[in-house]
């Protein structure tokens, strides 16, 4: 096998990045929805001739793990390779095919250079509403996933260049806002033209041969600093366990338990004892948890390892089949970011018992989705969808960040005048929660509060939404963060406190919607606290004078 030197792979390795930095920038500049173009629910990805990543963008992490298994999946089991031709593009969002949910709908697109394939260009986008019960696709009361959408199984929706108008118009009028889902699939495919001529230039520069080496000889870097970095752990193992307040459908916590056993260069991870399969639509496949425990891991190893298929050859995932960490179809799987947040954030507690010192406490740890649908005069349906996040655990070295959006789903926020400009809901609030940060001697980041006013006639509300029983945890002694509420203001004047998880709620005219986030877990005991970082919080509004006594026995009197 042609083998090529360092700097050449490296060259390569970052021309690669490059492409894939090209396909995300096309679909920002050209997607026509806000959950794309503003909160960048989307990603992009260069694979080699055998469907195994090598290249990413700087986007989604829990889609980014996982796409590569939805295309090894589709190679497999469905489209084999001999079948791809120049121009075809492959598409597909089945969850039971190695995707995620409906709404994730990945698109891919092999490279050719003199009839032969050289790569394979990805992409994958959240889309605002794909049909189902719920306006945003978002059914609390699902229990199969024929109730969440149009399942779309792996097919051809161009071939040799010419696109399935056929394909693409059924799955446009199952939709809501068919507009934004045409516009956003077709940045997709400008997406993967973009990647496709990139991937060409490169191997027309450097060799295809050279290519195809480079390609294999990355996977081997990221696998060998993934490796050392684990050598460099103690040999070990740990246990944990975390909660989630429930499925929407009963009250019933479910469990999500981790096993790490550590050894030399490998590492192993046991879901075994988490919660059976759940009526409701918080399950995950295999694809997504083992997308959620790859970032959790590579996040605590930390460094500067390329992200690629080579990061997880060191790792040996354990799912119990039919559990909620591996549900089987036709499970509900439309907010299975509640149980994956969960399942990094049980990872993470597992390996702060191996490493403590790199490990923060519990973060917010649920995609705060909500999604508003009203209709236009003219008999329209409009779907506002919306990401919220809160609070990063507090760490051994400072205090946790914010209001900032996890590496895992990696979002951004849409900014309160565009939303307002495009949907009617005026904002009346929208700011960090005071006291909402876990105490600690590194307090956790504080959540926040977005609320907003109906000004349509009539409208219908969905959430997906967790921690309003059970908080995110602290470390070291720290207390855990706050919980999240959801606060319904009628414009008559009474309050409604809404459930984590809800479809159709009716809203009318001049109802108030107040949404609260949780803050992250604090590290360390409170009474280690600094009196002047006590103080500090004080003055910037971090806490209250209450909660400054309360939980770090602090008053302005007696500590001047």
């Known amino acids: 096998m042609t083998r090529i030197d360092p700097v050449r792979e490296e060259v390569i390795r970052n021309a690669l990045v490059t492409a894939a930095e090209e396909m995300s920038l096309t679909i920002w500049r050209t997607a026509r929805s806000t959950v794309v173009r503003e909160i960048l629910d989307y990603s992009t990805a260069v694979f080699d001739a055998e469907g195994h990543n090598v290249a990413q963008s700087a986007r989604i992490p829990v889609h980014l793990n996982s796409m590569s298994d939805c295309l090894r999946w589709i190679l497999d089991h469905a489209i084999p390779l001999e079948r791809w031709e120049d121009g075809d593009v492959i598409v597909t969002n089945d969850p039971y095919s190695g995707g995620q949910h409906l709404h994730d709908i990945q698109t891919f697109r092999a490279v050719f250079v003199d009839g032969r394939r050289i790569g394979i260009v990805g992409t994958l986008c959240h889309h605002v509403d794909i049909g189902g019960g719920a306006a945003g696709s978002y ?170 298929s080579g990061c997880y050859r060191a790792v040996t995932l354990t799912l119990p089949p039919g559990s909620v960490v591996d549900a089987r179809f036709p499970a509900p799987v439309a907010s299975r970011m509640v149980v994956n947040h969960r399942i990094a954030t049980a990872v993470f507690g597992a390996l702060a018992r191996m490493m403590p010192e790199r490990i923060p406490a519990a973060y917010y740890a649920i995609s705060y989705v909500y999604a508003l649908s009203t209709v236009k005069p003219d008999g329209r349906r409009q779907v506002y969808f919306d990401i919220e996040v809160g609070g990063w655990g507090g760490h051994a070295r400072g205090d946790g960040a914010s209001a900032l959006s996890c590496g895992l789903h990696n979002n951004t926020n849409a900014p309160i005048e565009m939303v307002e400009a495009r ?97 992250g877990g604090g590290h360390g005991d409170p009474a280690a606290r600094p009196r002047a970082a006590v103080r500090a919080d004080l003055a910037l509004g971090f806490v209250t004078a209450e909660g400054a006594a309360r939980d770090y026995g602090f008053s302005m009197e007696a500590d001047a």
């Open 423 to 519: 949907y009617p809901v005026t904002f009346l609030r929208y700011r960090l929660l005071p006291d909402s940060g876990g105490p600690g001697a590194r307090r956790g980041g504080l959540g926040l509060v977005r609320e907003w006013r109906l000004d349509a006639p009539k409208g219908s509300f969905s959430t997906s939404f967790e921690r309003f029983r059970i908080p995110p945890y602290g470390l070291e002694g720290g207390k855990p963060g706050s919980l999240s509420r959801t606060t319904l203001r009628r414009a008559d004047g009474t309050v409604e406190s809404l459930p984590s998880k809800v479809s159709g709620v009716p809203l009318w005219q001049g109802d108030v919607v107040s949404i609260e986030t949780s803050g």
């Open 139 to 308: 059914l609390a009361t699902a229990i199969e996933v024929f109730q969440e959408g149009i399942r779309i199984p792996p097919l051809f929706l161009a071939r040799r260049g010419e696109l399935n108008e056929g394909v693409f118009e059924m799955l446009l009028h199952n939709v809501r806002q068919p507009d934004e889902t045409r516009g956003d699939l077709k940045a997709q495919i400008a997406a993967l033209g973009i990647g496709e001529r990139a991937v060409s230039r490169i191997a027309a520069k450097y060799g295809s041969d050279n290519l195809a080496a480079a390609m294999a000889q990355i996977q081997e870097g990221s696998e060998r600093m993934v490796r050392a970095a684990l050598l460099a752990l103690p040999d070990g193992e740990s246990s944990f366990e975390e909660f989630v307040d429930d499925d929407g459908q009963s009250e019933t916590p479910i469990r999500i338990r981790v096993h790490v056993v550590k050894r030399g260069d490998g590492i192993t991870l046991d879901f075994s004892g988490s919660s059976p399969q759940v009526s409701g639509p918080v399950n995950n496949t295999r694809a997504m948890t083992a997308s959620a425990a790859y970032y959790a891991l590579l996040a605590a190893l930390g460094g500067d390892i390329p992200a690629n």
